[in-house]
């Protein structure tokens, strides 16, 4: 007869699966609860494990050797597909990144226009970190910044969204809009760079995460 919850004493193996191995350990203590749930007390851990007590299981403790080694494999398998799918995204993401260049039909800037001089129908350059593109939206109004507790003496309005600026700067204080194109298009190499570089870290982390799952 196959032993239950119910029938486990005090010096009986158990397994747990945990942090990638399965691990034997004994029971130091059950008690069962008015609704036939049995608390399994073990040397490995200072905290119980809770399972009906006609189980074979409680979450990650096992009776059975090798039905904990096969919940580890679930978990195994489950694990490398999250982590083949993260790293899939992550070097689309990189490949994405490493081809924006700055395009040929951007012009040199001129001397920029400071944000106080911009005028309803002017146009701002937003760079979308999402699509990876600059973008040119135009200005519905330009008002000076009445919330004393927030950051910026302008608030620009544009058929985007809008943004806070200071007066005599050429961006604004979030560092996505710019009153001349290129100089969003430098921005967006700078932020492609360290982008770049998260997320390359992050490649290596997961890669580094699956290589130890297929040993």
Known sequence: ??????????GDSVFIVDNGKVVETKV???RENCYHQ?????????????????????????????????QLRNISESRKKTLEKKI??????????????????VK???KPLSMKELKPGDSVWYVDKVELIVKKVKVKSVKDNIEPWSYGSLEVNTDLTCFKTHSNSTRSINCL????EEQAWRYMLKWKKSRMWTVGKEMEK???ELERYDK
């Open 108 to 110: 040199p800037s001129t």
């Open 1 to 10: 007869m196959e032993k239950k919850f119910k029938d486990l004493k005090k």
């Open 177 to 180: 809009y710019y009153t001349r």
């Open 28 to 30: 130091k203590d059950t």
């Open 206 to 208: 997961l890669m580094r």
């Open 38 to 70: 049995l608390y399994v007390y073990t040397t490995h851990t200072n905290w119980p494990y809770c399972g009906w007590s006609g189980s074979k299981r409680a979450g990650y403790l096992f009776i059975d050797e090798e039905a904990a080694y096969e």
């Open 88 to 105: 899939d995204s992550l070097v689309s993401e990189f490949e994405a990144l490493d081809s924006i260049s700055i395009p040929p039909t």
